[in-house]
């Protein structure tokens, strides 16, 4: 009685797991990069040089990673080809900078796209930091787990292009 038990519980653990492992695309997409946006939200943009840390990061990133100026913002641009935990909340990297973080109500933009939003604080620097993901297809997910599965699931198909925007905050 007690192996059937075991190979009950077995069997519906491999149950469970097997869409995780039959339906994943890992192929990245064979679409080429479509080069950086000119402007944003009708401002033109100048690209800005990538840190020492994000040079680093993209050496191993699925994708391009772009830092921009509209004048008054910082945008970081992601190009994303394939899903990947490579892409993370930018939250984490103002948590590993030693900023405060204090979440904020999704943000609806003059579209009516919602965007994750957070205020990040370290000392006299205050931020709004809002991000989203979206696809081709019009599909947009406002925090970076979310569209991982969906990613991951194939309920999206790639490339994606990831916008994070952080402004000065009084």
């Known amino acids: 009685m007690q192996r059937r038990y075991y190979l009950f519980l077995i069997s519906c653990l491999g149950a469970a797991l097997i869409p995780f492992f039959s339906i994943s695309n890992t192929m990245t997409s064979a679409a080429p ?35 921009f100026t509209d004048g008054t913002r910082e945008i970081i641009i992601r190009w994303i080809t394939q899903e990947t935990r490579q892409l993370h909340p930018t939250i984490d990297c103002y948590k590993g900078l030693g900023y405060s973080i204090h979440p904020l109500p999704l943000y609806s933009d003059s579209r009516g796209i919602l965007w994750g939003a957070y205020q990040v604080s ?27 599965w969906s990613a991951l699931l194939n309920k999206t198909e790639g490339p994606w292009w990831s916008m994070v925007i952080s402004e000065r905050f009084f």
């Open 33 to 67: 990069f479509p080069g950086w946006p000119s402007c944003f939200e009708g401002k033109p943009l100048k690209q800005l040089p990538l840190t020492n840390k994000e040079r680093e990061f993209v050496k191993g990133f699925p994708g391009q990673i772009g830092r």
């Open 122 to 148: 370290h000392g006299k620097r205050n931020y709004l930091v809002k991000e989203r993901i979206f696809d081709q297809a019009d599909n947009n997910w406002s925090d970076v787990s979310a569209w991982y």
